[in-house]
């Protein structure tokens, strides 16, 4: 265990949970319907803030994000990528919305123009990736496609140091918001969503980026454990946004890619992550931290339980103690995860219900599921008991995670889990 002396719990950031114990009177089984029939609550919930989103986009345009910020995580096209998501949904009340649908197709313009892109960064979430991977989803225009993707595909030039003689030394970091990790994530996204014979990213590829990365952290060590080591602006972070946690679980998304070793390098630093739990379930939010207080998908437990199932599922001789860990974070969350700073994706309630919610997934727990979907009902009342977010309407930071969230859920029960609704994953991140 790491060292717990002199640990501070914050208890200033969260609400306290108003339905401890009480979970199964108030939801029962949200696949056939509770108390006050709770599907149709979360149908009217999502409905209302949808059409508060939908308000804010079109009535509102100053709120909506502008040329400066064209990203997935705060930025316009993370706005885009909800309402496309909603649409591929079979959502009736969008599809005769011709302003939702001309912004659509105007933002496929705008990307194949050039205009929203920077050519600076490499992610999904704060790079050009993002963009082009999201207008990829929304035309069907196969000359449109085949430009998109290969623009993605000169991304990868990025990834190398220009004018450097050694093409493994990079400045390029590796987390998943800026770094390597980010661009290994879209390459995996867009095979998964267009699984074709040859795959629209051939293996080599993907193998030399999954190689560049792990022998980046062989490479950073200069202490011995772990076998891998990366940082951001020179600190340690263990989360899903800047740290290991992102890191580490687009590699074991990518093991089919990985050498042998490489696998065990990276069993070896995900057991080195481990150590850094806190004694109530939380994860430091970097290494050395004493203040366990973030419960956020970026930073700490929220994040972690994604990275703990997938190493269950890879290193099943082992599962029983990742599962554990996972479990352990489940526990913080649904004590400490009703948060008062946002209802967002990044660090608010709407992303720690996915994660509860990818508990339920792995093990069909119904507790699980209730306790996922109290989190969602909670983001009913989404700008009622939170701070204004920097970006309001952004998809990791403000209302359109929770839109999103809202929408996703529903989807899932209305079809009582049985593989005719798609399973909920949090958004630009959880890969299948």
Not at 114 to 128: A, P, V
Not at 172 to 190: K, Q
Not at 297 to 323: N, Q, T
Request: with cysteine; net charge neutral.
């Amino acid at each position: 265990m790491a060292d717990t002396s002199s640990v501070v719990v914050d208890t200033e950031r969260f609400h306290k949970n108003p339905f401890l114990d009480k979970e199964i009177s108030l939801i029962g089984d949200p696949f056939v319907g509770g108390p006050s029939s709770f599907l149709e609550r979360l149908k009217q919930g999502s409905t209302l803030l949808l059409e508060t989103l939908t308000r804010n986009v079109l009535e509102e345009n100053n709120r909506m994000p502008g040329d400066d910020d064209y990203s997935v995580y705060t930025g316009k096209s993370g706005v885009i990528l909800t309402y496309h998501w909603i649409l591929s949904q079979n959502n009736q009340e969008l599809l005769i919305n011709p302003s939702i649908k001309k912004m659509l197709e105007d933002f496929v313009k705008e990307v194949m123009s050039g205009h929203l892109l920077r050519k600076k960064r490499i992610t999904f979430l704060c790079g050009d990736a993002g963009p082009l991977i999201v207008a990829y989803l929304i035309t069907n225009d196969s000359n449109q496609r085949t430009e998109l993707l290969g623009r993605l595909l000169q991304l990868q030039d990025l990834v190398y140091a220009k004018g450097s003689s050694n093409r493994d030394r990079t400045p390029i970091p590796n987390e998943l918001l800026y770094g390597r990790a980010g661009y290994l994530y879209s390459l995996l996204f867009l095979n998964q969503q267009f699984p074709q014979d040859p795959p629209l990213i051939p293996y080599a590829l993907l193998s030399n980026l999954v190689s560049i990365i792990i022998e980046d952290g062989l490479r950073n060590n200069q202490r011995g454990n772990p076998p891998l080591h990366y940082e951001w602006h020179d600190k340690t972070y263990l989360g899903a946004a800047h740290g290991y946690v992102g890191i580490l679980y687009v590699l074991l998304k990518a093991r089919a890619y990985m050498k042998e070793e490489h696998v065990r390098h990276v069993k070896e630093t995900l057991d080195w992550v481990m150590f850094h739990q806190f004694p109530s379930g939380n994860l430091r939010s970097s290494v050395g931290s004493k203040e366990d207080k973030l419960i956020h998908w970026c930073h700490g437990a929220a994040g972690a339980i994604f990275l703990f199932l997938e190493a269950s599922k890879v290193f099943e001789a082992e599962k029983e103690r990742y599962l554990s860990c996972t479990l352990a974070c489940g526990g913080v969350i649904w004590t400490r995860g009703i948060l008062k700073r946002s209802y967002s994706l990044c660090h608010g309630t709407a992303g720690n219900a996915y994660s509860l919610m990818a508990l339920y997934k792995h093990t069909r727990d119904l507790i699980w599921l209730q306790r996922s979907c109290l989190f969602s009902q909670w983001c009913f009342s989404w700008g009622n008991s939170t701070r204004q977010p920097d970006r309001p309407i952004s998809l990791f930071e403000g209302l359109a995670g929770s839109v999103y969230m809202l929408h996703d859920f529903h989807n899932f029960l209305l079809h009582n889990g049985d593989g005719s609704g798609s399973t909920p994953k949090f958004p630009s991140f959880e890969l299948d």
